[in-house]
């Protein structure tokens, strides 16, 4: 017997196994979705090869042949649609072309249904073979019109991107498809009557392997760690299953005088889904006799277990308290829990929301308490009565009424600890709740720490923005004192004549209006200048943008004009109230403005816009565009403008755009910067109307990133405001 079928079939099972992960791990995403699409059809092809090769029966060869062809006709369409999603090249242009050859692909199944593809199979050296009638030229041309646009798109997708990271991905893939996609069309050339041996499943087992790689180290799915653990897996599989399988073979042939594959196949088979599903049934059957013969308690130690997971995704100590607390009544029954934390300001322990005493740093019990590491249990620590460490800890158990004190450490240093009451049913700590408590107080100190540095680093946030605020104050001053004198020089010289013609009635009259305007139009300059050095509290309200926006031009109008250049605005009188934090997002105009204004020489411009824009999340957004005609950013500068204390200006504080970036996403918005040297700068800055995301710290899964950065990580690509918008514009 021969082994050709072995590379077809190694093949599947790989982009079965490519498929299956990318579905597994993030189905809702859409290259997830064509991606697994593609292995799906890939694996189908590879198993039809399979078929053709395994069975000597000509009947059964060509029937399983005929039902993976289906499968093997998606190849060319889904593999053009992957490198469409992959470069982010889906234009009108490109869409009507895969709907062309998804159509195309359709016809060929009805054809293949009629048995109008293939008359037959032919006999090779290495198996059967189909002989396509007439109408596989369909299919032939289909997959040479489907390469060479799919190589085509690689590469200009791969000059094109912006990204490094997605330039790198598509390099790996490109290389992948160059080798993978010739050896392919090698399997057309039988079909024809070319006694040529095909390589295309051994392209395929190629493809897999580079997009692994791909996938592990460039983040092509963002599954590289799934795909790791379960590559270590199917490794070990291997490694376990080959023997077992010679052997199966060499038992078959002392006893029987010959090995047949099909036995074999079996055998491999059976061996392998019992190891697979004997673990995964194992697990299910402990869980179902644990809740038949426990019942409620079972359900308390899974939400015990629950906690413990999800904890250190939370970022507020009040609600990791409030937690805390709950679950431990709620899943052991307890009758009391008192929760110690460490005050860093005097190394004392002091109970959370009681007024009893604290534990100073010198008490011999959290001296005793400081070497363990586990849970201490009162009665275990009572029969110690020989250890002095364990006779202290047990007598503060007893003098607080506690059955069970947990340790919360972090990096070998005591964060706090937890006193726990006895049982309401009086029953006794056993050892899977004292492994659950061991795992929880670890994970819940963990937790408070981090709380901890998140408050500190909030903390910071507020000081370096307070500092950027009072450095754009005294940026301010000089534009505003000489708005001020202007008019004050004009009161003067009337004050001055009003003595001499007192008794003219039209002096008068103009003396008073044109003080009075001169007035107000110092006193509103002077009222927006406190208003935005005033620290406020941080709190959302429904506001109209654009009345921030005009505050914000009113201060800088006179900078503007003393340094020569036009400040227009074009603001949309349509947009909705936003609800924002007011003297946030004026920060935020005043900080890019005055970057325009800075960067902008005589002569030149800078425009504030805004827009309503709906998202493709389908939310409504007001985008914010600052555009000047200044020196522009240096390409290399481009990725380090919003990194703290960065700045190419002698007296800047480098903060201005980091703070800016900070208080957009913690709106829930986005800030992207576009610039070319000798032409300027466009910034553009998007809002959600609904306001800012609520604060992470709900037991509910929330990633850590959105939690400290209040909004997703992710970026969603919005259409541009254009040029030409017709708002309502002045100069």
């Given at each position: 017997m021969h082994f050709y079928w072995l590379q077809p079939a190694l093949a599947a099972v790989l982009a079965l196994f490519l498929c299956v992960l990318a579905l597994w791990h993030a189905p809702q995403r859409y290259l997830n979705r064509i991606f697994a699409l593609y292995a799906l059809s890939l694996t189908s092809w590879n198993l039809d090869i399979?078929?053709?090769?395994?069975?000597?029966?000509?009947?059964?060869?060509?029937f399983w042949s005929d039902f993976f062809r289906y499968g093997m006709l998606f190849c060319p369409p889904t593999l053009y649609h992957l490198i469409l999603v992959l470069t982010g090249r889906m234009g009108l242009a490109n869409r009507l072309i895969l709907a062309v050859a998804y159509e195309a692909t359709v016809i060929l199944c009805a054809a293949n249904t009629q048995g109008a593809l293939v008359q037959g199979l032919g006999k090779f050296d290495w198996g059967y073979y189909p002989i396509g009638k007439p109408l596989y030229n369909l299919f032939t041309f289909s997959a040479l019109l489907s390469f060479g646009p799919a190589l085509y798109q690689l590469v200009k997708g791969m000059i094109l991107s912006q990204s490094a990271r997605q330039r790198q991905q598509l390099k790996i893939v490109l290389f992948g498809f160059a080798i993978m996609l010739p050896l392919t069309l090698t399997n057309l050339l039988p079909v024809y009557g070319i006694h040529f041996y095909p390589l295309g499943n051994l392209g395929t087992v190629f493809l897999c392997g580079v997009l692994t790689y791909a996938i592990v180290k460039h983040r092509l799915l963002d599954i590289e760690l799934i795909i790791t653990k379960t590559t270590a897996s199917v490794a070990?599989?291997?490694?376990?299953?080959?023997?077992?399988?010679?052997?199966?073979?060499?038992?078959q042939q002392q006893l029987y005088g010959f090995s047949d594959p099909r036995l074999l196949l079996f055998a491999l088979a059976v061996i392998l889904v019992s190891g697979l599903v004997f673990p995964w049934l194992l697990h299910a059957t402990e869980a179902w006799v644990r809740r038949i013969l426990w019942g409620q308690k079972y359900d308390s130690l899974q939400a015990l277990s629950m906690f413990q997971k999800t904890v250190v995704q939370v970022l507020d100590q009040e609600k990791i308290i409030a937690g805390l607390r709950e679950v431990l009544v709620d899943a052991l029954q307890t009758e009391s829990v008192a929760i110690y934390l460490l005050r860093p300001a005097t190394g004392a322990y002091a109970e959370v929301h009681e007024s009893g005493a604290d534990f100073p740093p010198d008490d011999p019990f959290l001296q005793a308490l400081g070497r363990q590491h586990e849970?201490?249990?009162?009665?275990?620590a009572v029969l110690k009565e020989t250890d002095p460490q364990a006779v202290r800890l047990a007598a503060t158990l007893a003098e607080h009424g506690g059955e069970v004190c947990v340790p919360l450490r972090t990096q070998d240093r005591l964060r706090g600890f937890i006193f726990l009451g006895k049982k309401r049913n009086r029953d006794i700590f056993s050892s899977e709740?004292?492994?659950?408590?061991?795992?929880?107080?670890?994970?819940?100190a963990v937790a408070l720490e981090n709380a901890r540095l998140y408050d500190e680093l909030r903390a910071s946030q507020v000081m370096l923005a307070r500092s950027d605020r009072l450095a754009a104050v005294g940026t301010l001053a000089a534009g505003i004192a000489h708005e001020i004198r202007n008019p004050l020089v004009a009161v003067q010289t009337f004050v001055q004549l009003l003595p001499e013609r007192l008794n003219d009635p039209e002096f008068r009259t103009t003396f008073t209006q044109l003080t009075t305007s001169e007035l107000e139009r110092v006193s509103t300059l002077i009222n927006d200048l406190l208003t935005f050095a005033r620290p406020a509290p941080v709190t959302a309200s429904a506001v109209q943008i654009n009345d921030?926006?005009?505050?914000?031009?009113?201060?800088?109008?006179?900078?503007?004009?003393?340094?020569?250049?036009?400040?227009?605005t074009r603001l949309d009188p349509d947009l909705p109230p936003f609800t924002v934090d007011p003297e946030q997002?004026?920060?935020?105009?005043?900080?890019?403005?005055?970057?325009?204004l800075q960067a902008t020489s005589a002569g030149g411009a800078v425009t504030l816009a805004t827009a309503p824009q709906r998202g493709p999340d389908g939310h409504a957004y007001c985008l914010i565009e600052i555009r000047d005609t200044g020196e522009g950013i240096p390409a290399k500068h481009k990725e380090e403008i919003f990194n703290p204390f960065f700045t190419t200006k002698t007296a800047g504080t480098g903060l201005g755009l980091f703070i800016t970036h900070q208080i957009i996403k913690e709106h829930g918005g986005s800030i992207d910067v576009e610039s070319t040297v000798g032409q300027g700068t466009r910034v553009l800055a998007r809002l959600p109307v609904a306001g800012p995301p609520p604060r992470a710290g709900a037991l509910n899964g929330t990633d850590p990133e959105e939690a400290k950065n209040g909004a997703p990580s992710h970026r969603v690509a919005f259409p541009a405001l254009p040029p030409s918008a017709t708002a309502h514009e002045k100069e």
């Open positions: 399979t078929a053709l090769y395994l069975f000597s029966d000509y009947d059964r060869a060509f070990a599989l291997i490694l376990w299953l080959t023997p077992l399988w010679l052997l199966t073979a060499e038992v849970p201490v249990v009162r009665e275990e709740n004292l492994q659950l408590l061991s795992t929880l107080g670890t994970e819940v921030l926006a005009e505050q914000v031009v009113r201060l800088l109008a006179g900078q503007a004009k003393k340094k020569g250049v036009a400040l227009a997002i004026k920060q935020v105009f005043m900080n890019l403005m005055l970057n325009a």
